[in-house]
Antibody, heavy 119, light 106 residues
Framework: EVQLVESGGGLVEPGGSLRLSCAAS????????MNWVRQAPGKGLEWVSS????????YYADSMKGRFTISRDNAKNSLYLQMKSLRGEDTAVYYCARDLGGKSHLDYWGQGTLVTVSS | SYEVTQPPSVSVSPGQTASITCSGD??????ASWYQHKPGQSPVLVIY???KRPSGIPERFSGSNSGNTATLTISGTQAMDEADYYC?????????FGGGTKLTVL
């Protein structure tokens, strides 16, 4: 069974940093591109970042460039999102999701982890 | 940057057909996907590559994509289908989501 389990969310002050993790199981992690997608309270889904299976290709949404860093460890079947200079508008549930690369679809999603940026 | 647009809300009576549209420039030239998202749950893929249903998704869910519009159709809508629905496309190498459509079954 495919499982994606996010962790690392919590309350952080504006300007602070946080590192999210996503533990994958039930599939060959190293064969899939991985994504982070977020949903702010009362808002829609917003794609954050993606990383190719071998970490060769990394992309970010414009509003996250320079503040967020995506990475993965295929030996540990894990995906990460390092977030810095956090703002109130970064408050959201953050989901990890996999896709097969190319222009494919996000077929499995984790349950999400809540990040709250507030003083 | 590329954008896709959805109506904010759609209402349907139980047993009737609901159609949710997603509009974008030449959207029909690329694959569109659709996700169902219920409060407190993870998004679920319901349609991919315009028309395909993942395993476990009921046959009442179908999709089409042509010209500038992709459409998610739910036939014989049930109360359990009440949710937010998002279309998804690509802008070069980045994922693009529509703003979401709240489907109300009443």
């Amino acid at each position: 069974e495919v499982q994606l389990v996010e962790s690392g969310g919590g309350l952080v002050e504006p300007g602070g940093s946080l590192r999210l993790s996503c533990a994958a199981s039930g599939f060959t992690f190293s064969s899939y591109r991985m994504n982070w997608v977020r949903q702010a309270p009362g808002k829609g889904l917003e794609w954050v970042s993606s990383i190719s299976s071998t970490s060769s290709y990394i992309y970010y949404a414009d509003s996250m460039k320079g503040r967020f860093t995506i990475s993965r460890d295929n030996a540990k079947n894990s995906l990460y999102l390092q977030m810095k200079s956090l703002r109130g508008e970064d408050t959201a549930v953050y989901y990890c999701a996999r896709d097969l690369g190319g222009k494919s679809h996000l077929d499995y999603w984790g349950q999400g982890t809540l990040v709250t940026v507030s003083s | 940057s590329y954008e896709v647009t959805q109506p904010p809300s759609v209402s349907v009576s139980p047993g009737q057909t609901a159609s949710i549209t997603c509009s974008g420039d030449k959207l029909g030239d690329e694959y569109a996907s659709w996700y169902q998202h219920k409060p407190g749950q993870s998004p679920v893929l319901v349609i991919y590559e315009d028309t395909k249903r993942p395993s476990g998704i009921p046959e009442r869910f179908s999709g089409s994509n042509s010209g500038n519009t992709a459409t998610l159709t739910i036939s014989g809508t049930q109360a359990m289908d009440e949710a937010d629905y998002y279309c998804q496309a690509w802008d070069s190498s980045t994922v693009v989501f529509g703003g979401g459509t709240k489907l109300t079954v009443l």
